[in-house]
């Protein structure tokens, strides 16, 4: 048979398309054919109701998973750390790309002294929101919905100090301003900075290209931060973050994993260093610890707090 065309399922935000065009010069690079296919999803067009009370994990994975079941593409791209730790049956994971900046940064509007004060955030996360009031309990967070470019546009339209964002995402469309602060201290969500590209299990040739797209280390840190949330959340949306970074010099693992009450005063923490030989387990093990430190009580909490 001929050599196939691989067809490109992306969101059409800019975003979702810097994306799709990133894996797309790649592939090509390597001599592939390629398309891409713009799909919307349910998560852009629903903007009115935070994404917790939409109840679907995965909302803007789900069209596009459901496009390449129906043979309507051959491969998807995503932000990682929007993508549900269960897959669809027949779809797998098929490559990492190397991970960009982990950070998460407030953007503000020149002016930090509201940081000693009282002053109003906006982000549409669970885990930045717990983060947040439990550095700065005086603060009230507002609800931020749509993609990159419209919540900086709300942002500059709104009375609030600022709003959280994942460096990555600004950086790779350009869209990071001048006034921004690092928030080093925010552990970042599972997968944060990575791009995921899914395929059909069945579909060898185009598994066979994106093989060439994996970069090892950051399937591997990906692979243990989203194991400890797949352990703690069992499909619960909850404030949690998870970062494992690889220290070449040692050949060792350091993770930091933690869990936090919806309005941020309850924290539960793990931290490890291990032999990278560990790796296969550690998230699982992380996030037992945490289940067993109160985590278990806390995320029974969670989901009913979530289900009022």
């Known amino acids: ?10 969101r059409d935000s800019e975003l979702a398309l810097w994306q799709a065009h990133t894996v797309q010069n ?11 296919v713009a799909v919307k999803s349910q998560g852009d067009i629903i903007l009115d109701k ?13 069209t596009l998973d459901i496009a390449m079941i129906n043979g309507d593409v051959d491969i998807a791209v995503h932000s990682m750390k929007d993508v549900p730790t269960a897959l669809p049956t027949g779809i797998v994971q098929a490559a990492v790309l190397e991970r960009a900046n982990t950070l998460d940064i407030l953007v503000h509007k020149g002016n ?10 906006a982000t ?13 309990p005086n603060h009230t967070v507002v609800d931020l919905r749509g993609n990159v470019n419209s919540r900086m546009r709300k ?12 460096a990555a995402g600004l950086e790779r469309i350009n869209l990071k301003p001048t006034d921004y602060i690092d928030l080093d201290w925010m552990i970042p969500a599972p997968a944060q900075g990575a791009m995921l590209v899914v395929a059909m299990g069945n579909d060898n040739f185009t598994l066979d290209a994106l093989s060439n797209l994996n970069h090892v280390e950051t ?3 990906t692979h243990i931060e989203r194991q400890f949330l797949r352990t703690l959340e069992g499909g619960c949306t909850a ?16 993770f930091d994993g933690v869990l936090f009450s919806l309005d941020g005063k309850e924290k539960i923490e793990v931290h490890k260093i291990v032999d990278i030989s560990e790796w296969k387990k550690l998230g699982f093990y992380s996030a037992q610890e945490i289940l067993e430190n109160g985590g278990t009580e806390l995320m029974k909490q969670i989901k009913n707090n979530l289900k009022k």
Not at 26 to 36: A, H, P, Q, S, V
Not at 50 to 62: A, H, N, V
């Open 1 to 10: 048979m001929a050599e196939k065309k691989i067809r490109i399922g992306t």
């Open 26 to 36: 790649k592939l090509n690079d390597l001599g592939y054919k390629t398309e891409i």
């Open 50 to 62: 935070p994404l917790y009370e939409l109840g679907i994990t995965g909302i803007f994975t789900k």
């Open 112 to 121: 930090l002294h509201f940081l000693e004060t009282n002053g109003t955030i």
């Open 124 to 136: 549409g996360s669970l885990r930045r929101q717990a983060q947040w009031l439990n550095k700065y």
């Open 155 to 166: 942002l500059q339209e709104s009375d609030w100090n600022g709003a959280v964002f994942a």
């Open 219 to 221: 399937q591997i840190c």
């Open 239 to 254: 404030p949690i973050g998870a970062l494992a970074t690889y220290n070449e010099d040692e050949d060792t693992i350091h």
